[in-house]
């Protein structure tokens, strides 16, 4: 089975911040635990697409990241309800990408937070060549701090999985 990921992650310490984000516009999901300064939540409807209610409360940044193993990733960052950066790559035929807006700068300072060199970072997003074993979303990823992104998306979880790590937003 190939890996279908769809996640959110909010740049906060506090996990109540997507709580509230997930309430106030009006949708379900669940959320992690805080870890590296950002809150992973996932939001309960169709897959792969921004959910607009949500970018619209959103207090501050956002991080969207997809990867279908088979197909390609993306990651979008929301300030606010403003997108600031834009990146898609394609690999279910040939290797194609797009960088609608392409900041890289925020990603530098994304990184540089966490501690971690930009040294070859636009490596990632000049994909020549895929490989399974090193994929760039998931390096670009941990390189963010981003810790709940592999196998990650509402479609896989259920409320009988729910725990102090996970909790349900109704």
Known sequence: ??????????????RENAVKLIENSGNKGFVFEEANGWVT??????????NESVM???????????YAEDHGWELRIFNKDEIVFEYKCDWTDEISTEKEIFDI????????QQGNPISNLE??????DFDYEESPAYKLAE??????YEWVSADYFSK???????????
């Open 1 to 14: 089975m190939s890996e279908f990921s769809d996640s959110y992650h909010m740049k906060s310490n506090h």
């Open 41 to 50: 939540f996932l939001i309960e409807g169709p897959a792969y697409d921004i």
């Open 56 to 66: 619209s409360w959103n207090p501050g940044l956002i991080v969207h990241y997809m």
């Open 105 to 112: 700068d925020i990603i530098k300072e994304l990184i540089v």
């Open 123 to 128: 490596e990632l997003f000049d994909l020549r």
């Open 143 to 148: 390189l963010i701090g981003l810790v709940n």
């Open 160 to 170: 009988d999985e729910l725990n102090e790590r996970v909790i349900f937003v109704d």
